[in-house]
């Protein structure tokens, strides 16, 4: 049985299958890769004057026709949602063979598993941009149908863009799309409120009282009967000095006010009210009636009382994620729209999922709100954010046992394993055990001998760098570690770290000692070439030594801790 709070790595197509049960999730928040072709860089915390080495691609944010877009495509001929197959070979022979087939038969085949851990009761949110929006929502209609689209949500992400000094003609691109499905007819709800707008405040409440109060005027009667709603409502017309008419209610319940002077009677008969006589005169004792000069009783509404305009399709209260909050990760979501959502369709106690977990913002978003929660990213170096950034905002993740984090090697047989499978991934996996960022946007090809590079603080703010080599084969020997030496020469950095996953030999040792000290101005000496080994790193044992007192902070932007957590405050708390 899947226990929450779960982070795991890898593709999330295999993880849904075999780690997330039939029927088990309450809400699914995804904001996929949009095919933009465009590589994302994810901006590291570093020292001023080291920007062009502190930025790693998070992201090819294109998927290509090839034998796995092929695979998951055989597999979606074979599915039991013979809608979605009939669908996908519709488009195949619309769009070809090309990068946009590939990605909606990557995001089918997802969608499909996300339907199935789906709750009876549960939500979908689908987060895109105009670039595939209208085909994933052909997709969409196809894996839940099309009864169940609920709403096309526009959110204004920025206030304006334009690019027409570079020649651009055409209109702003300043929206992104949610897609809003249910797994049934029968799904969560729980109504949000957004202010009104000073404009709306001034035209509909456009009265005010003797204490000044902005109220607008409600009619009382109603089309249909229902309970006791057709009774007389018996008023008496009186005239007030210099002011419309107005009217006393029913003598027999209020005295005439004192000066005023009586007219005639008017009984309303045979109407039908929206409330029931009780109800009507509870308002007229409580001064919330006025009266038309033919004596037709109104409801006053006072704007203070009102909770504001049900929520609407068109979300533009709501900024990108800036200040304190950004971290820096190129496509992060604002708290507060992932807030909203997990409000509107889910409960406290539910499970939260998101399969594209990037920086973990509906992650972050599910622990304020007491959800629960479920994460998978494809990448280490996500992985490894979200969980340095769950643990600084909510001090008590850091607990053994508050969540597990599945996929990520937690051991020496996991890291074999990972090294075993993809010498890349390990690589930056290593370098985020040191909090060290990977070298050059962590891409394949020359690296000059680095893998991963860091800055430290040693003295009223000057900096000095730290580069970092990984091995994860078998054969290391002396030779590497002078490799080292040199490459720590000719960046002119402060230490070497060389980490390892099989263990160092005598010789290694022996050739790291050679290199001598780093003397730090005010924190002593720090070997200049340490080795460490992957095991000992796991195990607590082993952990590289500088001169900055505070492990990893300018290597990672630290997210800001939060101090409550619970149910989402109302608008006008």
């Known amino acids: 049985m899947l226990m929450t709070n779960q982070l795991f790595f890898g593709d999330n197509l295999q993880i849904l299958r075999d780690h997330v049960g039939d029927e088990s999730v309450d809400l699914i928040y995804l904001d996929p890769p949009f095919n933009s072709k465009r590589d994302y860089n994810l901006l590291f915390k570093t020292p001023k004057g080291h920007e062009s080495d502190a930025q790693i691609t998070a992201f090819e944010d294109t998927w290509h026709w090839g034998g796995q877009a092929q695979d998951e495509f055989r597999e979606l001929e074979k599915s039991m949602n013979t809608d979605v197959a009939e669908m996908m070979r519709a488009l195949r022979q619309f769009l070809g063979e090309n990068d946009m087939m590939a990605y909606l038969t990557m995001m089918a085949n997802r969608l499909i598993e996300m339907h199935r851990v789906l709750k009876p009761t549960g939500s979908l949110y689908l987060h895109c941009d105009p670039t595939a929006s209208h085909y994933l929502k052909i997709v969409l209609d196809g894996v839940f149908g099309k009864e169940n689209f609920r709403n096309e949500i526009s959110w204004k992400r920025s206030s304006a863009h334009s690019d027409t000094k570079q020649g651009m003609k055409r209109c702003g691109k300043i929206r992104d799309v949610i897609f809003w499905y249910t797994k049934g007819s029968k799904y969560k709800w729980n109504t949000q409120f957004t202010p009104y707008s000073k404009e709306y405040l001034e035209n509909e409440y456009r009265h005010a009282d003797e204490s000044g109060r902005n109220y607008k005027e409600m009619d009382l009667t109603a089309a249909k009967p229902g309970g006791d709603t057709q009774y007389e409502w018996r008023v008496k017309r009186i005239a007030l000095p210099g002011r419309r008419w107005e009217a006393d209610i029913n003598d027999e319940y209020l005295s005439p006010k004192k000066g005023y002077s009586y007219s005639s009677v008017f009984p309303y008969s045979g109407r039908i009210w929206a409330y029931s006589k009780e109800n009507l005169l509870e308002f007229a004792k409580g001064g919330r009636l006025i009266h038309r000069e033919t004596g ?104 053994k046992g508050a969540f597990v984090v599945e996929g990520v090697p937690q051991d020496f047989a996991g890291a074999r394993d990972l090294a075993d499978r993809d010498k890349h991934q390990f690589q930056l996996w290593a370098c985020s055990l040191v909090s060290m960022q990977p070298y050059r946007g962590g891409k394949k090809g020359a690296d000059q001998g680095i893998d991963g590079l860091g800055f430290v603080e040693v003295a009223n703010g000057k900096t000095e760098k730290i580069i970092v080599s990984v091995k994860g084969g078998e054969n290391v020997g002396a030779s590497m570690i002078r490799d080292l030496k040199g490459t720590v020469e000719r960046e002119k950095a402060a230490i070497g770290l060389f980490v390892t996953l099989t263990p160092p ?34 195990d607590g044992t082993e952990r590289p030594r500088w001169p900055d007192l505070s492990f990893g902070e300018h290597n990672f932007k630290k997210a800001k801790v939060e101090k409550k957590t619970g149910k989402q405050k109302g608008l006008f708390e």
């Open 296 to 399: 037709m009783p109104r409801l006053k509404l006072f704007a203070d009382e009102m909770p504001g305009i049900p929520l609407q399709d068109a979300w533009d209260d709501i900024s990108p994620a800036s200040g304190g909050e950004y971290l820096g990760y190129p496509t992060q979501k604002p708290l507060a729209l992932l807030e909203r959502i997990i409000s509107v369709s889910s409960n406290e106690g539910d499970v939260v999922l998101d399969p594209f977990c990037g920086c973990g913002t509906a992650l972050d978003a599910a622990q304020k709100l007491n959800r629960n929660w479920i994460g998978i990213d494809i990448t280490h170096l996500a992985v490894s954010l979200i969980e340095k950034r769950l643990k600084n905002r909510y001090p008590a993740l850091n607990k």
């Open 505 to 538: 030999t005598k010789p290694m040792m022996t050739e790291a000692a050679s290199a001598g000290h780093y003397e730090s101005p005010h924190h002593g000496g720090f070997p200049r070439i340490q080795i460490l080994s992957i095991a000992g790193i796991l």
